[in-house]
């Protein structure tokens, strides 16, 4: 059974404080990782998608990284606009090709 | 650019009660997806569809039935309401299944009393 765990569950950062969330899997094959923001009220809006080990991806302040057993998201100099909920989903093999989600990170960037 | 867009927004039901919920998206997506989110568990998925004319249970179906209308529609319908289906509901849609990105509509939210 495919499992995601991130951490902290929650994170509260100054304005300019740079940091990382952790997404660490369990999966027989990864196909993908992917890293979601949620802000509230909202559905999950795609950030990333990591195929393999060592692969990174960068977007404005977010740079996502990929080992066989977790992922960072690391957040350079953050600004209140970054505040949301961060998800990472798996998907493993198999018919379904469902995605397994964490339960996220509440990231609060103070100003 | 719609994206996903569901309907209704906010629903509240009474136990016993049924209701569908809609979702159509624009982009063109062979596959598509209903999940429920549920504070402090991450999105559980109750069916998907991975093209037209095509529907299968996820991990939590129970309680549930879709239908894949066309290409772009994907409903989801409550037979007879539970407190326990008490939820945030998102929609989604991918090119397909594999190793591609879903987009996420904004969700229903849903009480039953």
């Known amino acids: 059974e495919d499992q995601v765990t991130q951490s902290p569950e929650a994170l509260r950062l100054q304005e300019g404080e740079s940091s990382s969330l952790n997404c660490s899997y369990t999966?027989?094959?990864?196909?993908?990782l992917f890293w979601y923001r949620q802000d509230p009220g909202k559905g999950p809006e795609f950030l990333f998608t990591?195929?393999?080990a060592g692969e990174e991806k960068e977007k404005e302040r977010l740079k996502a990284t990929l080992t066989k057993k977790e992922s960072f998201l690391h957040i350079t100099a953050p600004k209140p606009e970054d505040s949301a909920t961060y998800l990472c989903?798996?998907?493993?093999?198999?018919?379904?090709?469902?995605?397994?989600f964490g339960s996220g990170t509440q990231l609060t960037v103070l100003p | 650019n719609a994206g996903v867009t569901q309907t209704p927004k906010f629903q509240v039901l009474k136990t016993g009660q049924s209701m569908t919920l809609q979702c159509a998206q624009d982009?063109?997506?062979?596959?598509m997806y209903w999940y429920r989110q549920d504070p402090g568990m991450g999105l559980r998925l109750i069916y998907y569809?991975?093209?037209?004319?095509?529907?299968d249970k996820g991990e939590v179906p129970n309680g549930y039935n879709v239908s894949r209308l066309n290409k772009r529609e994907f409903s989801l319908r409550l037979e007879s309401a539970a407190p326990s289906q008490t939820s945030v509901y998102f929609c989604?849609?991918?090119?397909?299944?594999?190793?591609?990105?879903?987009?996420f509509g904004d969700g229903t939210r849903l009480s039953i009393l």
């Open positions: 989903a798996v998907q493993g093999p198999g018919s379904a090709r469902q995605l397994t």
């Open positions: 999966v027989s094959g990864l196909r993908g």
């Open positions: 982009m063109n997506h062979n596959s």
């Open positions: 989604a849609s991918s090119e397909a299944l594999s190793n591609q990105p879903q987009h």
């Open positions: 569809s991975a093209s037209e004319g095509t529907t």
């Open positions: 990591l195929y393999s």
